[in-house]
């Protein structure tokens, strides 16, 4: 049987193809006060933090990342400041991809047209979309749909934009709480999970699992 060729490959940005480093960011900032198991405690908070902020109405990124640290330092006890909470989303379009990335992507783009749905601001977004090596036909941020995945509103704007339906993608991601979950409840049947060890596996959301963007072309057959 022929592999499924879908008529776009969506993808998540920041965690599957972005280095997504906001422990890095808190390492830079907190390391030198917090012991390494307050640390671990604290990056846990931090990443659970922000999936909380963005569960509800739209807001800017920057609100998210400075509640959530907010948050993280008062549950642990450190002197939150403003300018730490800008310095980290400052950062955000820094980062580049992972090693992986560029090669597997522009194979793909050769033959599949790539889109972005990202929890993303219009500002940060194209500074790390530049960095991944290939070309993408669409990219749509958060700002643009109001609402943060794992809501389902941007996966239904991103499927009106091209023109499409679940039937007729590909959504890759390394996480099943922001996207693949979503996916699934939207009928997304072709899902591929970008396994970066930061969750678990969970094969009940019906998936191919490939370690790296390295494996993305064979998922395709090129």
């Known amino acids: 049987m022929a592999p499924f060729r879908p008529k776009y ?10 280095h997504f480093d906001m422990a890095g960011a808190a390492r830079r900032i907190y390391g030198e006060t917090l012991d390494e198991p307050a640390m671990q405690k ?16 739209w807001k800017p990124y920057a609100d998210v990342v400075s509640n959530a640290l907010e948050r993280s330092c008062k549950l642990n006890g450190v002197p939150f ?7 980290i989303y400052n ?6 991809p992972h090693p992986d990335v560029p090669a597997g992507l522009a194979k793909v783009a050769k033959e599949i047209p790539l889109v972005i749905l990202s929890n993303a601001m219009n500002s940060q977004i194209m500074s790390n979309v530049e960095k991944l090596g290939a ?88």
């Open 81 to 87: 400041r403003a300018e730490d909470a800008l310095q």
């Open 42 to 57: 604290f990056i846990k908070n931090f990443s659970a933090y922000r999936l909380d902020e963005i569960l509800g109405a």
């Open 91 to 96: 950062e955000v379009p820094t980062w580049g």
């Open 135 to 222: 070309p993408f036909y669409k990219v749509i941020t958060a700002e643009e749909t109001g609402t943060y995945k794992p809501q389902m509103n941007g996966f239904e704007y991103m499927m009106d934009a091209l023109g499409c339906g679940p039937e007729d993608i590909t959504h890759v991601s390394s996480s099943f709480r922001y996207d693949l979950m979503t996916a699934h409840d939207l009928g997304i049947t072709s899902k591929v999970w970008v396994n970066r060890k930061h969750e678990p596996a969970n094969p009940y959301y019906g998936y191919t699992e490939i370690a790296d963007i390295g494996g993305l072309p064979g998922v395709f057959g090129l």
């Open 9 to 18: 490959v969506t993808f998540d940005c920041y965690g599957t193809l972005t």
